[in-house]
């Protein structure tokens, strides 16, 4: 999540609990909507948490498949190098 993006929830978040906190309501049912809020707030946050690190992982393991690739282009390249300086050699 981008610094503003995360910059807006924070904002977003700190207005609501303020807009609650400063309501015309009884205590009880403030505080039960508080709670629920938050409840449910931490829920998005574990919910979009695993979706970052899933997201990531999928990101690594593709990276390394790519390395790998590279890799054996490498080392397929060398081969091939050797070879050629070997039949080289010998003619």
Do not use: C
Not at 15 to 28: F, I, S, T
Request: glycine share 10%; hydrophobic share 45%.
């Amino acid at each position: 999540m981008n610094r503003n993006a995360f910059g807006f929830l924070v904002g977003l978040s700190a207005g609501v609990g303020m807009g609650l906190l400063l309501a015309p309501r009884a205590g009880e049912k403030t505080r039960l909507l508080i709670r629920r809020t938050a409840v449910d707030g931490a829920a998005y946050l574990r919910e979009r948490g695993t979706e970052v690190r899933d997201a990531a992982a999928d990101a690594i393991r593709e990276q390394a498949r790519k390395v790998s690739q590279g890799t054996e282009a490498v080392k397929a390249a060398v081969n091939a190098g050797r070879q050629a300086f070997t039949e080289s050699m010998h003619s």
